[in-house]
T-cell receptor, first 112, second 114 residues
Framework: GNSVTQMEGPVTLSEEAFLTINCTYT??????LFWYVQYPGEGLQLLLK?????DKGSNKGFEATYRKETTSFHLEKGSVQVSDSAVYFC???????????FGTGTSLTVIP | GAVVSQHPSRVICKSGTSVKIECRSL??????MFWYRQFPKKSLMLMAT?????????EQGVEKDKFLINHASLTLSTLTVTSAHPEDSSFYIC??????????FGPGTRLLVL
């Protein structure tokens, strides 16, 4: 079946530090992969996505590359800011209109 | 602007009462909507798939008689938590399929059962 495994948090970084949040997946077909972000008190927002192998999704300085050979979609940012403090969810979906499978979420706190 | 809205955003109720949560697709029609439950510091768990014009499809372990889903129109799905108990306290989130494989998530409804 489909599942997503995400590194557990919480993660605490100093401002301008490098961020990596690991995400691996299992899927029966060829999924699309996503990173969603949830800021305190708000709903989920799409951060970036990749729909096929070797695609790189990027947004707001965050990047993730769809690695089929390692079934991974790790999230990276070169220099985090305090405003990046949030919970990050890795997710996969197979096909349009299909349900999402989420990782457990990783809480990130960036301190000045 | 928001693509998916939920109402209410927060509700507190007494144990034994029923609570209705609405999910509206604002920009387009949706024959399918999804309902998730998010526990504190946990991931989102799919509860059910809401289908316009037919019965909802529930995930294993979700009580269909307790969590009633009605997809009343192409823009509205409702989740009713019947005879709520404190263990039903949670964050309930709906989503609407978007273009490609993406989805739009509602802002969530926080339910607290006393």
């Amino acid at each position: 079946g489909n599942s997503v495994t995400q590194m557990e948090g919480p993660v605490t970084l100093s401002e301008e530090a490098f961020l990596t949040i690991n995400c691996t997946y299992t899927a029966t077909g060829y999924p699309s992969l996503f990173w969603y972000v949830q800021y305190p008190g708000e709903g989920l927002q799409l951060l970036l996505k990749a729909t096929k192998a070797d695609d790189k999704g990027s947004n707001k300085g965050f990047e993730a590359t769809y690695r089929k050979e390692t079934t991974s979609f790790h999230l990276e940012k070169g220099s985090v800011q305090v405003s990046d403090s949030a919970v990050y969810f890795c997710a996969l979906s197979e096909g349009t209109g299909n349900q999402f499978y989420f990782g457990t979420g990783t809480s990130l706190t960036v301190i000045p | 602007g928001a693509v998916v809205s939920q109402h209410p955003s927060r509700v507190i109720c007494k144990s034994g009462t029923s609570v209705k949560i609405e999910c509206r697709s604002l920009d387009f029609q949706a024959t399918t909507m999804f309902w998730y439950r998010q526990f504190p510091k946990k991931s989102l768990m799919l509860m059910a798939t809401s289908n316009e014009g037919s019965k909802a499809t529930y995930e294993q372990g979700v009580e269909k008689d307790k969590f009633l889903i009605n997809h009343a129109s192409l823009t509205l799905s409702t989740l009713t938590v019947t005879s709520a108990h404190p263990e039903d306290s949670s964050f309930y989130i709906c989503s609407v399929p978007g273009q490609g494989a993406g989805q739009y998530f509602g802002p969530g409804t926080r339910l607290l059962v006393l």
